[in-house]
């Protein structure tokens, strides 16, 4: 897995409202938040369920139909609980690993952008606050970007036992970016269960930090 990959730019450098700009390396598909959360009748529902229609019919037993509809229910509720702690965007990453001894297998990850509310402090204050204030956090790391002055930091957690989860080690590194009003952090954070591919998986991140922005590069280019 190279940690350098085609960049693709996000639907969000066409929404003026968006109030931060980033871009994605190839391999992420963004999960439409908007979309899937839609309210019962309205217009977004009633497309999600139109785009859904051919795909249900095209199951041919009603068990793994209904075992579908119960995973998209449950995919629905883990994006109702990101977006209850102010996550904005969501992105699920499918990359082939092309290196060590399971060359060719699928690795999978999580890219969500979410905001924290911040008391006010100078910005480089607030980056170094944000990655101390877990002490779970490895791997520190304090960058210079052209959005700002930013901070990065990484954890592995395991479920356990009780929670009746597989225990497989969660690797998220998270990116801390102040906005400029002093009072907003952009938090970016990049999950996944290839613990050893943390080298990689960082880059990625970084790579995104950099693109990110608080103006919008269209407008920045004229």
Known sequence: MHS???ITIADSVNDPGAGIWFAVPG???????DVLLAPPSSTEANRLKEALAPLL???PDGVTRQQFI??????????????EVG???????????????????????LFTVSWRDVAWSPRAVSAARAVASTEEHTHIEYLDLASGPASMGETVRSP???AGLPTTPLLQIYAYLPHPDCRRLAVLMLSTTAVERRDQYRAILRQIAELTSFGSPLTEAQ
């Open 27 to 33: 391999g992420f598909t963004e999960m439409p938040m």
């Open 70 to 83: 119960a995973q998209l229910a449950s995919g629905q509720q883990l994006l109702r609980a990101l977006r």
């Open 160 to 162: 356990s036992p009780e």
């Open 87 to 109: 996550t904005v965007h969501c992105s699920l990453g499918v990359h082939r690993d092309d290196a060590g001894e399971d060359c060719g297998r699928t690795l999978h990850s």
């Open 4 to 6: 350098r990959i085609a």
């Open 57 to 59: 019919e095209a199951i």
